[in-house]
T-cell receptor
Framework: DVKVTQSSRYLVKRTGEKVFLECVQD?????MFWYRQDPGLGLRLIYF???????EKGDIPEGYSVSREKKERFSLILESASTNQTSMYLC?????????????????FGPGTRLTVT | GENVEQHPSTLSVQEGDSAVIKCTYS??????FPWYKQELGKGPQLIID?????GEKKDQRIAVTLNKTAKHFSLHITETQPEDSAVYFC???????????FGAGTTVTVRA
């Protein structure tokens, strides 16, 4: 089974702190994603990466950066945490891989990190 | 970019009844439409998907329908059971695009 793990389930940080959220996947997936989940807003894409050292902005990249030095690991960085970044953060991975002539776009999600910034 | 709207935001059904969740999308280039289920304390998990060359797809008690002309697609759950209680997300993307645009989610509660 594909497994996506996130370094923390719960995290409490103070305003202005630098925060690192780590994500690791064990299925050699090429694509990795960071979303934030807020009530009534669904899943919003922050950043994604389609290869090592490659990254692209999603819909809400402001206040965030990412790092992908190894294929299996994708880190989300909050340079200076603010209270409006209190949220659930979800990491996901995927691969476009032909299976029986069909491509699979399935994204596999980690359990999430509940970040509170006070 | 793509905008996906999902309704209703909450849905309460009696066990054994059916549940229907509807989504609309804005980008006519979208032709892949997955549905994810998120149980409490877990990340979302794909439960069914449909591509634009198919109007309907069924997998046991769940089915998805797609109307490309009207740009809407729906999830149908029949004979609901307590384990169907979860948050459901619809999503859309163009084919061969690994990015998904998600709806806001529907919290489904199945009453015993």
């Amino acid at each position: 089974d594909v497994k996506v793990t996130q370094s923390s389930r719960y995290l409490v940080k103070r305003t202005g702190e630098k925060v690192f959220l780590e994500c690791v996947q064990d299925m050699d997936h090429e694509n990795m994603f960071w979303y934030r989940q807020d009530p009534g807003l669904g899943l919003r894409l922050i950043y994604f990466s389609y290869d090592v050292k490659m990254k692209e902005k999603g819909d809400i990249p402001e206040g965030y950066s990412v790092s992908r030095e190894k294929k299996e690991r994708f880190s989300l960085i909050l340079e200076s945490a603010s209270t409006n970044q209190t949220s659930m953060y979800l990491c996901a991975s995927s691969n476009l891989r032909g299976q029986g002539g069909r491509f699979s776009y399935e994204q596999y999600f980690g359990p999430g990190t509940r970040l509170t910034v006070t | 970019g793509e905008n996906v709207e999902q309704h209703p935001s909450t849905l309460s059904v009696q066990e054994g009844d059916s549940a229907v969740i509807k989504c609309t999308y804005s980008d006519s280039a979208s032709n892949y439409f997955p549905w994810y289920k998120q149980e409490l304390g877990k990340g979302p998990q794909l439960i069914i998907d449909i591509r634009s060359n198919v109007g309907e797809k069924k997998d046991q008690r769940i089915a998805v329908t797609l109307n490309k002309t009207a740009k809407h697609f729906s999830l149908h759950i029949t004979e609901t059971q307590p384990e169907d209680s979860a948050v459901y997300f619809c999503a859309a993307s163009p084919l061969y695009d690994y990015k998904l645009s998600f709806g806001a989610g529907t919290t489904v509660t199945v009453r015993a």
